[in-house]
């Protein structure tokens, strides 16, 4: 079957929410005579794989989509560019493929930033027939020890956020209910209580900063500025850290006064310990880090 788009799935988002939407999307873009192919997601990184393996085979047989219509929130267009590198890792002659969202995700702060930016609507089919597509700004990274590259749409977080995500994420892979919810909010404490603060070292705009008590480092992307913003957070007292739990905890956007922030269109972050990271609630594991953080564009259809 010929095939115009390729969608993505993930009918675990926002809490298994996400698979009661997909009936009604459906139906639209069958009764639009929307061309596509079906692809489903079902566990972490199973996304990247899907549409590298994908768009490697699509191009050999010249049949790339126009586009890639991603069904979820953060995590999924997340993983779906990060899909796009990995085909082209494997042959760079593989564009850049569009993407549309359709936002059912728990968080979709991506999605929002770009519609409050073009103060666009949510009728994707309207937007599929438009086909108007523009490069946004999103994070890169490269990690120089583990030579990975990878992006992120809105931040990329070591020390404590990323501690809360990892251990969100493994009580994610047991059976959601009332039990595991109790158990997961509890075990936060532990958490705030064994927090320990590393050294980072910080290299932007000709200038080195030595930060000897860090307890957590999150580089943000905002998509209307060219510079990424590093935000460092020092003093560590109990209602500060309950304070950033709860906006991690709710994916609240961070705004601590007392914080070290410094803005670049290039910034270099060494860690000497070991700790975990995440971009954008999908985690990178425990590591030391050499870090660069910049900014690259990528198409997006609105």
């Given at each position: 079957m010929n095939t115009d788009y390729l969608v993505i799935f993930n009918p675990v988002a926002n809490k298994r929410r996400a698979k009661h939407?997909?009936?009604?999307?459906?139906?639209?873009?069958?009764?639009?005579?929307?061309?596509?192919?079906?692809?489903?997601?079902?566990?972490?990184?199973?996304?990247?794989?899907?549409?590298?393996?994908?768009?490697?085979t699509s191009f050999r047989s010249d049949s790339l989509p126009?586009?890639?219509?991603?069904?979820?929130?953060?995590?999924?267009?997340?993983?779906?560019?990060?899909?796009i590198h990995a085909a082209q890792s494997k042959?760079?002659?593989?564009?850049?493929?569009?993407?549309?969202?359709i936002p059912t995700g728990a968080n979709n702060n991506f999605y929002t930033h770009i519609k409050q930016q073009h103060n666009m609507n949510n009728n994707f089919i309207e937007q599929i027939k438009n086909h108007h597509v523009e490069n946004h700004e999103i994070g890169l990274f490269d990690e120089h020890i583990k030579k990975q590259r990878g992006i992120?749409?809105?931040?990329?977080?070591?020390?404590?956020?990323?501690?809360?995500?990892?251990l969100k994420n493994n009580f994610i892979s047991h059976k959601i209910n009332l039990k595991t919810r109790i158990e997961y909010y509890?075990?936060?404490?532990?958490?705030?209580?064994?927090?320990?603060?590393?050294p980072v070292d910080i290299n932007a705009n000709g200038e080195k900063h030595k930060i000897k008590k860090a307890f957590m480092v999150t580089a943000l992307n905002h998509d209307?500025?060219?510079?990424?913003?590093?935000?460092?957070?020092?003093?560590?007292?109990?209602?500060?850290?309950?304070y950033v739990i709860m906006r991690v905890l709710f994916k609240r956007e961070l705004k601590v006064?007392?914080?070290?922030?410094?803005?670049?269109?290039?910034?270099?972050?060494?860690?000497?310990?070991?700790?975990?990271?995440?971009?954008?609630?999908?985690?990178?594991?425990?590591?030391?880090?050499?870090?660069?953080?910049?900014k690259t564009k990528y198409p997006f259809i609105y």
């Open positions: 939407q997909w009936p009604e999307i459906k139906k639209q873009l069958d009764a639009n005579d929307i061309k596509y192919r079906l692809k489903i997601t079902r566990r972490p990184l199973h996304c990247v794989f899907i549409i590298s393996h994908y768009l490697v126009k586009a890639i219509i991603v069904i979820g929130g953060d995590g999924t267009v997340h993983e779906t560019i990060e899909g042959n760079e002659s593989i564009p850049n493929v569009p993407v549309l969202i992120f749409l809105n931040n990329l977080g070591i020390g404590l956020d990323a501690n809360v995500f990892n509890l075990s936060i404490f532990p958490t705030i209580y064994n927090l320990s603060t590393f209307n500025d060219n510079d990424i913003e590093l935000l460092v957070l020092t003093r560590k007292n109990i209602f500060q850290l309950c006064k007392s914080a070290f922030r410094i803005t670049s269109d290039n910034i270099h972050v060494e860690i000497p310990s070991l700790e975990y990271a995440h971009a954008d609630g999908e985690t990178l594991g425990s590591r030391f880090y050499d870090i660069e953080y910049r």
